[in-house]
């Protein structure tokens, strides 16, 4: 295993180019996606309370409305669990149809969630989720192996449970005696 200072290091890199191949790749895409994650039909939206009061305009305070979704007579997409609020089955409220865009993109109101997705760093790997139809792993790990250069190795997996969860880990190359 690397030394703490190499693995932040990379760490760092791969967000870096996670970041990179976003703005590249996949931000360009989203406008003419047939799919938008924005409308929450596959994925769930993991928000806190200000995230909620703010964007489903919310008068009333957070034990009425709590109460409220506990009776379901809240939003029907919310659902509450262990003070985090998850949104599913409608179209985000910040998200603008016409345009397949974020109105608050770029405020500190956006999910880091949001940001995240699809392609993220994670304790050292890269994940890449393949529910966003502009991944193309292939590209993307040309896009790491540029990046890294050739001392670095890239293995991919699926995860068990959600296959569309692609893990790029990166090892370091062994040393070769010539
Ligand atoms: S699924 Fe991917 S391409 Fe489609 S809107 Fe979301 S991030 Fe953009
Ligand atoms: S906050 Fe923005 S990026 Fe996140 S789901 Fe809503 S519209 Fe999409």
Redesign the pocket.
């Known amino acids: 295993m690397p030394p703490p200072n190499a693995r932040r290091l990379l760490a760092k890199e791969l967000a870096a180019a996670a970041a990179a191949y976003q703005t590249a790749e ?2 360009p ?2 406008p003419g ?1 047939s ?4 409308k929450l039909e596959t994925l769930v939206l993991d928000l806190e309370w200000k995230q909620i009061k703010t964007l489903w305009h919310l008068q009333e305070s957070r034990p009425t409305f709590d109460k409220a979704l506990s009776c379901g007579k809240g939003p029907e997409e919310i659902r509450e669990s262990g003070g985090r609020y998850y949104v599913h089955g409608k179209p985000c409220p910040a998200y603008d149809d016409a345009h ?1 865009s974020c109105r608050i993109y770029g405020q500190h109101l956006k999910p880091v969630g949001c940001t995240d ?2 392609v993220y760093e994670d304790q050292g790997d890269l994940i890449a989720d393949l ?4 991944v193309d792993l292939k590209a993307l790990k040309a896009r790491i192996a540029t990046t890294l250069g050739p001392a670095f190795r890239i293995t991919q997996s699926a995860d068990d449970e959600f296959p569309f969860l692609v893990t790029l880990s990166i090892k370091k190359q062994g040393n070769r005696r010539s």
């Open positions: 996949i931000i895409h989203c996606c799919q938008p994650c924005c397949g997705f699809p529910r966003c139809e502009a």
